[in-house]
């Protein structure tokens, strides 16, 4: 009876720890998602949207445009890229092929952010002569995006049923004609959810735009190269630095400006997926 | 029937051509990457040989002044490059997150898998993916902001007090910027990639080897302990491996809560430090003003060390969970 009572009280305090240790995850949660809501709201003003940086202190505009021009380089040129090398991986490719290209599209993801930078900046800054531009900004963050985007096309075409290649191609059409009319179709939300992931993960990064974009306080013109930009996460990093509470303000309010943005993409996603798991067990 | 139109064959190849190009992007995007940042600091292997992963000391030296000649390379006068510094505090505060990070993110996942269910884990879950999602800067901000002040004023005090003789504990407590803060801030970006990694891990634990662990009158706390978790080990292992990797090549958060050491070997848990990564971040301004582009090439070869690490340590966590088939009996191993 002794031992079973031990052992029992043993079993309560392994699982007390566990609960303390999934409360004190949401606890770090919520303690970020509190201190950064709370500075933020406080310090941001709407006419922020609508004023560039001057000097220290003014609004937001020229990095939130900044970032929309950066990010929407990134897709251009991420999204064909990743979606196509998704279709080949799980439509074209052989077993072996496939794996080698899941492999390499995973030590892609893995490379640090910073050593994307870095290498934008031997390549495209100072080889090409681009200078920090949108362009070589928006080329760095191609290659943060793009293995996202090749994963999540592959395995969302993964789980379409054999049965449904089968029927178009016993209907006569090609392989690409038999992707292109019927099979794209029900893999396409979870294509879109990679897509809108991976534009949630371009917004949120610093280190591969350091080196890349620059800094403007001026709206960004539609000059790729040869023209800095600014943009968001660099607000947030550098105008914390300053000995200004104007500057310091305009630090929050773009942590904020960016969370809140982030945030929304995030729920919108868990929305989607959560309606379309929902369908298919029929409970909808 | 009807045969398929020539056209449309050679749409169906071009397509095909086309496609296979994009899906070798990533391999063409690594070879250039891995060349261009190897042939960019060959100058400095020659100039500092393998101390540059032995010597402390790294000095621009007179950007100013006139420029020596050593190993066939130019550089200016006094100029030293020696990563160790950054490789120490990469490694380190990379080790102190997973000493935080690994059992909290375990018994989370835990938690998780086995103890709510129907709505409440999946907003749980959901919660702590969204962790992963939030922007290193912004983490960054929250560790200015509430991290090192808490640190300075009641963490690193209470530590010393507490484990003050062990040599690493004790000593200066300093500002709160240094190894302890981006430790902690490291571990809160990858509490939930092994969090998630882990939970799944969990879930796919038979179901009959738990419930016999409790039919021969296992508590069900014991029933994690030497069932669930033994049976994850591997996976778990590459996990915490992925975690790591993660934790040394991430740049923003670190380099706003380091306290940008340089020259100077971290002494205690509260000393300043500084990573590659985030080092390499921290000297955009230098490799600009020097003329004869050696910082240049030294920040080159200090992301190629970052490079070779991370990667290694990323193969070997894939190695680590590539799924193996009708190896594992359902049961306990030992």
Redesign the interface.
């Known amino acids: 009876m002794k031992r079973r009572r031990r052992?029992?009280a043993?079993?309560?305090l392994?699982?007390s720890?566990?609960?303390?240790?999934?409360a004190?995850?949401?606890f770090?949660?919520f303690?970020?998602l509190g201190?950064?809501v709370w500075?933020g709201v406080r310090s941001f003003h709407f006419a922020m949207l609508f004023t560039p940086t001057q000097g220290v202190a003014g609004g937001l505009e020229n990095a939130i445009l900044g970032t929309f021009e950066l990010v929407l380089i990134a897709v251009l040129f991420a999204a064909?890229?990743?979606?196509?090398?998704?279709?080949?991986?799980s439509?074209?490719?052989g077993r072996r092929t496939a794996a080698v290209?899941r492999?390499?599209?995973?030590?892609?993801s893995?490379?640090?952010?910073?050593?994307?930078?870095?290498?934008g900046y031997?390549?495209l800054v100072?080889?090409f002569h681009w200078g920090f531009s949108a362009l070589a900004g928006g080329i760095a963050l191609t290659?943060i995006m793009?293995?996202y985007i090749?994963r999540t096309t592959d395995t969302s075409l993964q789980q379409v049923p054999h049965m449904q290649r089968e029927a178009a191609w016993a209907l006569?059409m090609?392989?690409?004609?038999a992707?292109?009319k019927a099979i794209w179709r029900p893999a396409a939300g979870g294509i879109a959810t990679g897509l809108l992931?991976a534009i949630?993960?371009g917004?949120?990064?610093?280190?591969p735009l350091?080196?890349t974009a620059g800094w403007n306080a001026n709206n960004p013109s539609l000059q790729l190269t040869h023209a800095q930009v600014g943009y968001l996460?660099y607000v947030?990093?550098t105008y914390?630095d300053q000995p200004y509470p104007a500057a310091r303000d305009l630090?929050?309010a773009a942590?904020f400006v960016?969370?809140v943005v982030?945030?929304i993409i995030?729920l919108v996603v868990?929305g989607l997926v959560?309606r379309t798991t929902n369908r298919l067990q029929g409970r909808h | 029937m009807r045969n398929v139109s020539r056209t449309a064959k050679v749409a169906d190849y071009v397509f095909r051509v086309v496609a296979g190009f994009c899906a070798s992007s990533p391999a063409i995007f690594l070879l250039l990457i891995a060349g261009i940042v190897v042939y960019q600091s060959i100058p400095v292997m020659h100039f500092m040989g393998w101390s540059f992963l032995t010597h402390t000391r790294w000095d621009l030296g007179n950007l100013y002044g006139a420029m020596v000649k050593k190993n066939g390379v130019t550089a200016p006068v006094g100029a030293s490059y020696g990563g160790l510094v950054f490789i120490v505090g990469t490694l380190l505060s990379s080790a102190i997150a997973l000493v935080i990070a690994v059992p909290i993110a375990i018994l989370t996942a835990v938690i998780l898998a086995y103890r709510v269910r129907g709505a409440i884990a999946w907003i749980l879950s959901i919660l702590v993916e969204l962790l992963a999602g939030i922007p290193s800067v912004v983490i960054g901000l929250w560790g200015i902001l509430v991290l090192v002040p808490w640190i300075s004023a009641h963490l690193a005090p209470f530590l010393r007090h507490v484990l003050g003789y062990i040599p690493f504990f004790g000593g200066q407590v300093g500002s709160g910027y240094g190894l302890l803060a981006s430790g902690i801030v490291l571990a809160m970006m990858i509490v939930p990639i092994i969090t998630a990694t882990a939970r799944d891990l969990l879930l796919q634990v038979p179901l009959l080897a738990r419930e016999g662990g409790l039919g021969i009158g296992m508590t069900t706390w014991e029933v994690v302990r030497y069932i669930s978790l033994p049976y994850v080990r591997d996976g778990l292992v590459g996990a915490i491996a992925l975690g790591f990797g993660r934790a040394m090549g991430e740049t923003m958060a670190v380099l706003m809560v380091s306290g940008n050491a340089m020259n100077i070997l971290p002494s205690n848990l509260y000393s300043p430090i500084s990573t590659m990564a985030a080092f390499i971040a921290d000297q955009l301004d230098s490799a600009q003003t020097d003329a004869s582009g050696m910082a240049v090439h030294a920040l080159s070869e200090l992301a190629l060390v970052l490079l070779v690490i991370t990667l290694a340590t990323n193969l070997l966590a894939r190695w680590l969970v590539r799924p193996r088939q009708g190896r594992r009996k359902a049961g306990v191993a030992k």
């Open positions: 052992r029992n043993f079993s309560y392994g699982w720890i566990a609960w303390l240790a999934a004190l995850v949401l770090g949660l303690d970020l201190s950064i500075r064909p890229l990743g979606i196509l090398g998704g279709v080949y991986t439509e074209f490719a290209i492999f390499l599209a995973e030590v892609l893995g490379v640090p952010s910073i050593v994307i930078g870095y290498f031997l390549l100072l080889q290659l793009l293995p090749l006569g090609t392989r690409s004609q992707i292109l992931l949630a993960i917004l949120g990064e610093t280190a350091l080196y996460t947030a990093y914390l630090a929050y942590a960016l969370l982030i945030l995030q868990r959560w």
